[in-house]
C-alpha cells in the first residue's frame, strides 16, 4: 500500500499492515467455495468477488444490509478499476446482483445503499423494483475537489429500503446534539428544551435525511486507511443504531475496510462482509481485532451524537459523567469511553 513506502508524519495515524500481520489477517479470510450455513460466516470476513460468493450465501440471515458499491466512476481499488459506464450500463450491472441478493435479507430487514448524483437515480430504480423505498438520505463531504466548469460535488446519498412494512426504527438512538440558535427560556426563566454546556447552549434534536455532521476519514483520525473511498464510522453508527438491535446480523457484500464490520462489532452486533481485495480484508480484520481494546466511535458519545467542531462540550460532558459514574459504582457504556476529535 502507498503509506507503507512512505515515511508517515509523526501526527499520521494512518493504519497499514506489515508482512506478518497480512500473513495473520490473509488466515482469518474465507471463500466460500458451496453453501454456507449461517453460522460459518457470521463475524466472518469473505475475501471474494460478490459475484462468485452471492449464490453460496444462506437465504434469509441478514437483518440490515449496507451496500456501498463502485459509484459509477472510474476508480482504482488497490489495484482493480472499476470503469465508468453509462448510465444504462450501470443500471444493468446494479440489477444483475441486487436482484440475487434481496434473498438474503430476513422479512422485517432493512438495507441502505450508498451513491452519488450520477449514481442514484440507478439506484431507485433497481432497488424499488425489489424493496419499499421510504428516502433518500443526503450527506455532506465536507472535503470535495473544486471543478472550473462544474459545482464541486461535495454531497451524497443513502437510499433507505425496507423489505415489507414490518421493519425496526429507533429515532431516540440517533438524536442529534445540536448548539441552539434561540434559546428560550419558560415563565419561571429555565431553558425550555436546552441545556448549558461551557462552549454554548445545546438541544437534542431529531435526525433529518440531511447530514452535515460527518467527516471524511483522513490521515489524522485513528479509524482512516489507505482505502480511496472509506465512510466514516459516525455514519455507520447512526444507520446500525437506528435500524438494529444488539446481536442482530450486519452484512455488507462491497466491505472495502471493513467500516460496516467495525461499527457493527462495535456496537454489539454480528456482521458479515464480501469484499474481493485481500489487503482490504485484512485491513478490515485488524480494525475488528483493535476494537477489542476501543470502542470508541469518534462523534458520538453518551448515547448522541454531537455536531462537528464540539470537542470541548463533548469531552467537559464525558468527563461530568465520568465523575458521576465513579462516585456511584456504576459500570462504564462503551459510548463513553474515549472521546477524539472530530
Ligand atoms: C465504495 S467501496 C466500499 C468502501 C467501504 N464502505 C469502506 O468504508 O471502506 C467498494 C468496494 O467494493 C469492492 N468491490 C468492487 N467490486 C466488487 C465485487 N465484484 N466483489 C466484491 N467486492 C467488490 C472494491 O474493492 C471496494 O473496496
Known amino acids: 500500500m502507498k503509506n507503507d513506502e512512505k515515511k508517515k508524519a509523526s501526527r499520521n495515524k494512518t493504519m497499514t499492515l506489515d508482512a506478518n500481520e497480512i500473513e495473520k489477517y490473509r488466515s482469518r479470510l474465507v471463500v466460500l467455495t458451496k453453501q454456507a450455513a449461517p453460522q460459518e460466516i457470521i463475524n466472518k470476513t469473505i475475501n471474494q468477488n460478490l459475484f462468485e460468493a452471492l449464490d453460496h450465501l444462506p437465504d434469509q440471515f441478514v437483518d440490515l444490509m449496507f451496500i456501498d458499491p463502485p459509484y459509477n466512476l472510474t476508480k482504482n481499488f488497490n489495484g482493480k478499476t472499476f470503469t465508468q459506464m453509462n448510465n444504462q450500463e450501470y443500471t444493468d450491472w446494479l440489477a444483475s446482483w441486487f436482484s440475487r441478493i434481496v434473498r438474503v435479507l430476513k422479512p422485517n430487514a432493512t438495507v441502505y445503499i450508498c451513491g452519488d448524483w450520477r449514481s442514484s437515480h440507478s439506484i431507485f430504480e433497481v432497488a424499488s423494483k425489489h424493496l419499499n423505498v421510504l428516502n433518500r438520505i443526503t450527506w455532506e463531504r465536507e472535503k470535495g475537489r473544486g471543478a472550473l466548469s462544474n459545482w464541486k460535488n461535495a454531497s451524497e446519498d443513502i437510499w433507505f429500503c425496507t423489505k415489507s412494512n414490518d421493519y425496526k426504527f429507533y429515532v431516540d438512538r440517533v438524536k442529534m ?4 440558535v ?3 427560556r419558560n415563565e419561571e426563566g429555565k431553558p425550555k428544551d436546552w441545556e448549558n454546556h461551557d462552549d454554548g447552549k445545546y438541544r437534542l434534536t431529531f435526525p433529518s ?9 483522513f490521515w489524522s483520525m485513528a479509524e482512516n486507511t489507505d482505502h480511496p473511498t472509506q465512510k466514516p464510522e459516525k455514519l455507520l453508527a447512526k444507520i446500525i443504531l437506528a435500524s438494529s438491535d444488539e446481536n442482530d446480523v450486519v452484512f455488507d457484500p462491497f466491505m472495502g475496510s471493513g467500516t460496516t464490520s467495525v461499527v457493527a462489532k462495535k456496537l454489539h452486533r454480528n456482521f458479515v462482509g464480501i ?3 485481500e489487503t482490504y480484508c485484512c ?3 485488524k480494525r475488528l481485532e483493535l476494537v477489542e481494546s476501543d470502542f470508541s466511535i469518534q462523534g458520538y458519545s453518551e448515547g448522541v451524537f454531537w455536531d462537528r467542531n464540539t470537542l470541548q462540550a463533548q469531552t467537559k460532558s464525558l468527563f461530568d459523567t465520568k465523575q458521576k ?7 462504564t457504556n462503551h459510548s463513553i469511553d474515549v472521546v477524539k476529535r472530530d
Open 177 to 180: 446534539k445540536r448548539k441552539v
Open 182 to 184: 434561540a434559546p428560550y
Open 325 to 331: 459514574k465513579t462516585s456511584t459504582s456504576q459500570t
Open 209 to 217: 435525511n440531511m447530514w452535515t455532521d460527518l467527516t471524511v476519514p
Open 283 to 285: 485491513l478490515a480484520e
Open 275 to 277: 469484499e474481493m481485495d
